[in-house]
């Protein structure tokens, strides 16, 4: 049987990390299995639904480069994927459950039930109240001018019993359940019908889904059986919690997607930290993508929760981006360019892949790197003017010049060859490094710390180098006034 999974997040904002967790278990499975991964839009939340929220739902699972073989851009051979576009599917299956005696109409009102609630409240505040079934047993029928609910008939008594992938054997007896609606008076179902309904008519053989569904799921298993479905395997994962042990959340941070792309943040970094919340391999920590589809299983999952760490997160992120066979030259060129462009810097890809060997070990974000490289892409560059006032002045002209004039000379605009006729230079007028070092640094960077000045002077080549060094000495005579 070929392997069927989905990710189904609401359009209701942006896209959570917790919610990318999920999806990248079910994409890794599929993958490692041969399967199906499906991307289905639960859009039933119609006041706070918005197209705009899928398209960033899309975008950012395009960016992290989990690919989706079914969904509401793609199509396939069970769409639709956007449930609003799925409800005549929904009723066909409802009026199934009620000519099974699995479901009933419910015509009581809200204000009916809002009454029954105070008043068991009243008797005792610690009370739950469930609904007491007044409709269980009428003949209500479509025709009824009455507005009216679908309820589930739960059974009385017996348990639902299913093995988690995750959690091993759990049971839940039926007494836990009550008549839970599955329908509103508007044809729109709620979470647990259309998500059994679609996981049917979809084919989904595997649920895989936060910890925090298990509540669902013995009613939904019940549904699977009076409907006569096959029920899927399913597997609930721990839950990312923040440092209190609290349900991460916008008050904790970054949370979103998007704001891990606009920090900077690789999509495979991000997913590498990820996967460690509730999936382990040995003390192995990096991943490739590749690495997981190979390696990701259900008997390494564990069932503790697991707290955020954003110093986590950036050492792993930071590794990725230092090791070529984790982020190649191309993905590291395609992921610094937004933010070399945003700067107003436009280099060739040429250019930016031959700064890569001075920044990778740098730039712990692409947003850093971007800021690290950024005097190589911009002439005159941007000064420190706390270091160009410390650094050139006056004294020091004179030996700027003579430096560009020693660089110029070198036999090939090497670092090895620049150190050789810099170091001469220096024997020469015996002078000690440091006393012409940070000089020469903020003439050709604009700062006080770089990457090596034989290594920036030959990836700047040798006219600018030479141009950037005349700058600044006349710069440092100019002070004096």
Partial sequence: MTTRVRFAPSPTGYLHIGG???????????????????????????????????????????????????????GGAFGPYRQMERLPVYQEHVQKLIDRGAAYRCTCTKEDLDRQRAELKAKDPKAQFRYPGTCRDKKIGAETDKPFVIRFKAPAGGAVTYKDLVFGEVTTPNTAQQDAVLMRSDGVPLYNLGAVVDDITMGVTLVARGRDHMINTPQQI??????????????????????KGEKLSKRDGAVSVAEYKDMGISPAGLLNYLVRFGWSYGDEEVFSLADLTQKFDWERCGRGDGKFDTKKLSAIAFEHLKRPDLTSDDDYVRGVRPFLEARGLTPTDDAIRAALPLYRDRGQTWVQAADLMDYLFRDPPAPDEKATKKFLVPEKAGILRDVADALGAAPEFTPAALEARFTALLGERGLELKEVAQPVRVALTGRTASPGLFDVAALLGKERTLDRLRSAAKLAEASQA
């Fill in 20 to 74: 990318v967790r999920t999806a990248l278990f079910n994409w890794l499975w599929a993958k490692r299995t041969g399967g199906v991964f499906i991307l289905r839009i639960e859009d039933t939340d119609q006041e706070r639904s918005t197209l705009e929220n899928e398209r960033v739902i899309l975008d950012s699972m395009k960016w992290l480069g989990l690919d989706w073989a079914e969904g509401p851009d793609v």
């Fill in 222 to 243: 019940l549904l699977y059986e009076a409907l006569g479905a096959r029920t899927p395997q399913f597997a609930h994962l721990p839950m990312m919690l923040n440092q």
